[in-house]
């Protein structure tokens, strides 16, 4: 699991209660439990670039909706309802892994940024 940082205990997790934390790359998510299943995606919404999806209300779909706008992203896929094509926007998502209890995220290789 070298491309996966540990987290969390499964157990510190609320259901639809989101926590944040900041993988060692740097980047900031947001992590959920919704039933025994634990979704991660990242923390700043692509509307303001505000860094608050943690706080996020999830519905029965799996939407997860920004506190400051209600702008809905699905925890699966990040995408938004389809009723909403004209956002055109979409949250990144992570790899969740739970391993003895423990709650494993991927961390992505980063794009190298070419500079002339």
């Not at 999806?53 to 995408?79: K, N, V």
Request: hydrophobic share 35%.
């Amino acid at each position: 699991m070298n491309n996966y940082q540990k987290i969390c205990k499964l157990s510190d997790l609320r259901n639809k209660r989101g926590s944040k934390f900041t993988l060692r790359d740097g980047t900031d998510i947001a992590v959920f439990k919704v039933g025994e299943k634990v979704y991660a995606v990242i923390n700043t919404c692509p509307h303001n670039q505000s860094h608050v999806m943690y706080d996020g209300y999830i519905d029965e779909d799996l939407y997860l909706a920004c506190p400051i706008h209600g702008w809905q992203f699905h925890l699966e896929t990040g995408e938004t309802p389809l009723h909403c094509t004209d956002l055109g926007a979409k949250l990144e998502t992570f790899d969740v892994k739970i391993e003895n209890g423990n709650v494993w995220v991927e961390v992505k290789k980063k794009k190298k940024k070419w500079m002339f």
